[in-house]
């Protein structure tokens, strides 16, 4: 069974530039979740959904970032404009039930000149 | 608010022998999960070990195992027969229980580095 898929695996773009960051969630989970880490912050909560409505978006940094799941196999993660201070790993996770543990994409390193 | 604490932030042990690892965490919460979570130079989030806290025993996961303290909110992970694979960033997370999924809190991470 494939595991959560995201894409890309880096991008390195320039400041003011917009950014989308993609994943595939496991098929059948029906909640996902975006994380960033940094070496300041670690490992921080942007957004979930739950059967792809948005739950919590508290932990989104600022009205430039938006996250969208139109269907139950997709999300997407938007910066738009960029930042350099926006440079980190963005994770994506899944998991089948709220009592289930989440399970982890390879992550996006995103750079941002 | 939940946190988690990991209070080393690097740890070194001989290959073969045993290490563990602490955490601690703050929550009012009596129901949730605890998580540790191993993160190798590839950069994988890779899922070590989990704990209920309605269950008393401790969980253990072949050389895995860990010492669940809930009065002292307390969650150490305990690594036997150290192996050179095992090296990586170890970070522990705590999740509510109950109602909706809900995100992790994720600790700072340890360091873990095991001498040949």
């Known amino acids: 069974d494939a595991g959560v898929i995201q894409s890309p695996r880096h991008e390195v773009t320039e400041m003011g530039q917009e950014v989308t960051l993609r994943c595939k969630p496991i098929?059948?989970?029906?909640?996902l979740f975006w994380y960033r880490q940094t070496m300041m912050r670690g490992l921080e909560l942007l957004i979930y959904?739950?059967?792809?409505?948005?739950?919590?978006d508290s932990g989104m940094p600022e009205d430039r970032f938006s996250a969208k799941m139109p269907n139950a196999s997709f999300s997407t993660l938007k910066i738009q404009p960029s930042e350099p201070r926006d440079s980190a790993v963005y994770f994506c996770?899944?998991?089948?039930?709220?009592?289930?543990?989440?399970?982890f994409g390879d992550g996006t390193r995103l750079s941002i000149l | 608010a939940q946190t988690v604490t990991q209070s080393q932030p690097e740890m070194s042990v001989q290959e073969a022998e045993t290490v563990t690892l602490s955490c601690t965490y703050d929550?009012?919460?009596?129901?949730?999960?605890l998580f540790w979570y191993k993160q190798p130079p590839s950069r994988q989030m890779i899922l070590v070990i989990r704990?209920?806290?309605?269950?008393?025993q401790n969980a253990t996961e072949n050389r895995f195992s860990v010492n669940f303290q809930k009065a002292a909110k307390s969650f150490s992970l305990k690594i036997s027969d150290s192996q050179l694979g095992d090296a990586a960033m170890y970070f522990c997370?705590?999740?509510?229980?109950?109602?909706?999924?809900?995100?992790?809190?994720f600790g700072k991470g340890t360091h873990l580095i095991i001498q040949p």
């Open positions: 996770a899944s998991s089948l039930y709220s009592n289930q543990p989440q399970h």
């Open positions: 098929s059948g989970h029906n909640s």
């Open positions: 959904f739950n059967n792809n409505v948005p739950i919590d």
């Open positions: 929550t009012s919460e009596s129901d949730y999960y």
């Open positions: 704990q209920e806290a309605y269950k008393q």
């Open positions: 997370a705590y999740r509510r229980s109950g109602g909706g999924a809900d995100g992790l809190t």
